[in-house]
């Protein structure tokens, strides 16, 4: 303000001057022309300097900012400061969007933005898988047109957004159960959230099928007992019915007893974040044991044979007995009399790779189809309902065999043919084996290796 009115004072007395000067010596017609002439001269730089600045205001930048003095030096300085502080806000803000968008993007959830007439002005690469969308090529399309669900439309429609719809959709990887929340915001502008519950309610319905399960395996037993417990009450028995009763009531009560350990071995397995405490495992001993205890269960009934090399495993002792038991005791029930069960330990030393070691049980029993291969370790998936209760199983070995097994970074992989027999094999890494250098045997560094050792029944 004071550069102005002094330019302007100079400006006044530099007229008054020259016109005085001008008019003491040739008279007041010539001082007048001379005022002219300087008011003239003035309003002329006055006039190029503000072409020059308006020029520069039209596509302002830091590198041509023009040349000027006095006044409009003044505010070209004033006008490139704001354009300093204007350009450090916006890319400020540009760059807080960037973020922000940055975030939305990375959202497990889908984001649709809608303006007030439901048309897409966002979305982000989620939402796009949700509903087969183009993030670029759909904006500003109705989101009714894209979205084709007559769900979808009912709930635009309706206009009452305080719950979630659940909508089914054909995705990229199968079909999806999308929960789509619209909430409204602004003048009329809409958000569209969308979550993928697919996997909740798979998970929600294996825990109402585990529920269903385990009360319909708990309540048979039950139902029987507590029919025998009736009759002994009200009838008079002989000895040998009394005690033919009691038998049957007995293998009722191993049955819940042998249902209620599996479950509880599952639950730890599950719910146990920890990794097992681990040990070496002599597996020549393991696998005599486990021989054993199928001779046992066998009866005579079976030729078991077994072989073991040497070497050692690390691992939790109860959880990997848990697991090659179920997979040793699943191979007994399931083979007719007469048929074969082997039981083998293999360290294999591959031309290429790792060694790793495998453990595995054979049978020449009913043998299992394909379809029915990879549902096998569901909790309780049986093939044949009536023939596994006739076994005593659970349902719930094999399960307990996946989860022991993860836990120890080990593989279970499964072959088998109708008629023909099954193959359940066990693979762990070299970090779980305890292996002997050559031409020794694990855990005795002096000791000559020994041949594999065959054991048979």
Same mark, same amino acid.
């Given at each position: 303000m004071r550069a102005v009115i002094f330019r302007l004072m100079g400006v006044i007395v530099l007229m008054l001057v020259s016109?005085?000067?001008?008019?003491?010596?040739?008279?007041?017609?010539?001082?007048?022309?001379?005022?002219?002439?300087?008011?003239?001269?003035?309003?002329?730089?006055?006039? =190029?300097?503000?072409?020059?600045?308006?020029?520069?205001?039209?596509?302002?930048?830091?590198?041509?900012?023009?040349?000027?003095?006095?006044?409009?030096?003044?505010?070209?300085?004033?006008?490139? /400061?704001?354009?300093?502080?204007?350009?450090?806000?916006?890319a400020h803000e540009e760059d807080k969007l960037k973020r922000f968008i940055e975030a939305l993007q990375a959202s497990p959830n889908g984001v649709i933005l809608m303006d007030a007439s439901d048309q897409i002005d966002w979305c982000n690469d989620t939402a796009a898988a949700h509903f087969g969308l183009d993030p670029k090529r759909d904006l500003r399309q109705h989101a009714v047109h894209l979205i084709r669900n007559p769900e979808f439309f009912a709930y635009m429609g309706a206009k009452r957004f305080d719950e979630p719809l659940l909508m089914r959709r054909n995705g990229s990887y199968g079909p999806l159960l999308l929960s789509v929340q619209i909430i409204p915001y602004g003048e009329g502008e809409k958000l569209l959230l969308s979550r993928d519950v697919t996997q909740v309610e798979r998970t929600e319905a294996m825990r109402r099928d585990f529920v269903a399960n385990v009360s319909h395996e708990i309540k048979t037993p039950l139902t029987v007992i507590a029919g025998f417990v009736e009759s002994l009450r009200a009838l008079e028995f002989s000895i040998e019915e009394r005690d033919h009763i009691l038998g049957l009531m007995q293998e009722q009560s191993d049955r819940m007893r042998h249902l209620v350990d599996d479950l509880l071995t599952l639950a730890h397995l599950e719910g146990d974040p920890h990794q097992p405490a681990e040990? /070496?495992?002599?597996?020549?001993?393991?696998?005599?044991?486990?021989? =054993?205890?199928?001779?046992?269960?066998?009866?005579?009934?079976?030729?078991?044979?077994?072989?073991?090399?040497?070497?050692?495993?690390?691992?939790?002792?109860?959880?990997?007995?848990? =697991?090659?038991?179920?997979?040793?005791?699943?191979?007994?029930?399931?083979?007719?009399?007469?048929?074969?069960?082997?039981?083998?330990?293999?360290?294999?030393?591959?031309?290429?790779?790792?060694?790793?070691?495998?453990?595995?049980?054979?049978?020449?029993?009913?043998?299992?189809?394909?379809?029915?291969?990879?549902?096998?370790?569901?909790?309780?998936?049986?093939?044949?309902?009536?023939?596994?209760?006739?076994?005593?199983?659970?349902?719930?070995?094999?399960?307990?065999?996946?989860?022991?097994?993860?836990?120890?970074?080990?593989?279970l992989r499964i072959s088998s043919q109708p008629g023909l027999g099954s193959t359940f094999s066990v693979r762990f890494p070299l970090a779980r084996l305890d292996l002997a250098k050559p031409g020794q045997a694990a855990g005795a560094p002096d000791a000559p290796q020994a041949d594999r050792e065959s054991i048979s029944a």
């Open positions: 016109a005085g000067l001008v008019g003491w010596w040739f008279g007041p017609l010539p001082a007048a022309l001379v005022a002219c002439a300087v008011a003239l001269v003035v309003i002329g730089v006055d006039t =190029a300097a503000q072409l020059r600045v308006l020029a520069w205001l039209k596509w302002p930048r830091h590198d041509n900012i023009p040349t000027a003095r006095g006044v409009w030096a003044e505010m070209l300085y004033r006008a490139a /400061r704001q354009l300093r502080l204007w350009e450090t806000r916006v040990e /070496r495992m002599d597996m020549r001993q393991m696998v005599e044991r486990l021989a =054993a205890d199928a001779r046992a269960l066998s009866a005579g009934r079976h030729r078991i044979e077994a072989s073991a090399d040497a070497g050692g495993l690390r691992g939790a002792r109860t959880e990997l007995t848990s =697991a090659f038991g179920n997979l040793v005791s699943n191979a007994v029930r399931y083979t007719p009399p007469g048929g074969e069960v082997r039981i083998t330990w293999r360290v294999l030393h591959p031309d290429y790779g790792d060694p790793y070691a495998e453990f595995s049980v054979s049978d020449t029993g009913i043998g299992i189809a394909p379809e029915h291969i990879s549902r096998l370790t569901e909790r309780f998936y049986r093939v044949d309902r009536g023939r596994s209760r006739e076994s005593g199983g659970t349902g719930l070995g094999l399960a307990i065999v996946k989860h022991a097994l993860l836990r120890h970074q080990s593989e």
